[in-house]
């Protein structure tokens, strides 16, 4: 067998990766969203107990909405323009009318925060990890989704979080080692992206 091809096989069956692709969706959900710069995806039953882990066209995504019921759109328009840039490893921060934009680079998952450890987690956790990040809002709240989250593993380069958390049947993986990370993940984006909690850091 050509040692490439060997090569490729052993990488994958040491990271569980499955063999295939995905590309960016946004969902933005809210209608006086520019659509021309989102795409709305659909809202269809999901196999997992995720709340805020969603799988659109085979791709999994964050996406959580945020409340701040006491505020108008322009004061959270403004809350988030003043936050966001200033939270460790945003770059690219783009801002239009109706939405915010930023790439989250070469950040590490503090799981330890989160009750994983080392030995027993999924090793990708212990690597930099990346994504897109699309904010919009209206009155009373804010949402944001994380797209094309990946994890940079040396010696094996971008791992996309796909290819770790679905099964090959293009299902959410019930495995402990799996779930746990999920969860840690969602939890460690609910709390990079409070507004209340990035302030707080100040």
Known sequence: ??????????????????????????????????????????????DTSYKYLKKINNQVIFE???????????????????????????????????????????????????????????????????????VIWKDGRYRITASNISFNVVSFGVQKLTDHILSDELRFDDKKIVTSMGHCLENFFSDKFNVDLVNSKW
């Not at 403004?78 to 783009?94: A, E, H, M, R, Y």
């Not at 801002?95 to 989160?114: A, E, G, Q, W």
């Not at 009750?115 to 987690?121: A, D, E, I, N, V």
């Open 64 to 134: 959580k909405t945020f409340v701040l019921d006491s505020l108008k759109s322009e004061t959270i328009e403004d809350l988030l323009t003043s936050s966001f840039p200033g939270i460790s490893d945003v770059s690219s921060f783009q801002k239009s009318i109706k939405i915010i934009s930023f790439d989250l680079k070469n950040v590490y998952v503090d799981y330890k925060k989160y009750g994983l450890k080392k030995m027993t987690m999924n090793p990708i956790l212990a690597f930099p990890m990346s994504c897109n990040v699309s």
């Open 1 to 46: 067998m050509n040692k490439g091809i060997v090569l490729v096989v052993l990488i994958k069956s040491i990271l569980f990766i499955p063999s295939w692709g995905f590309t960016q969706i946004i969902d933005p959900m809210y209608g006086d969203v520019d659509e021309s710069s989102m795409q709305l995806s659909l809202k269809l039953p999901t």
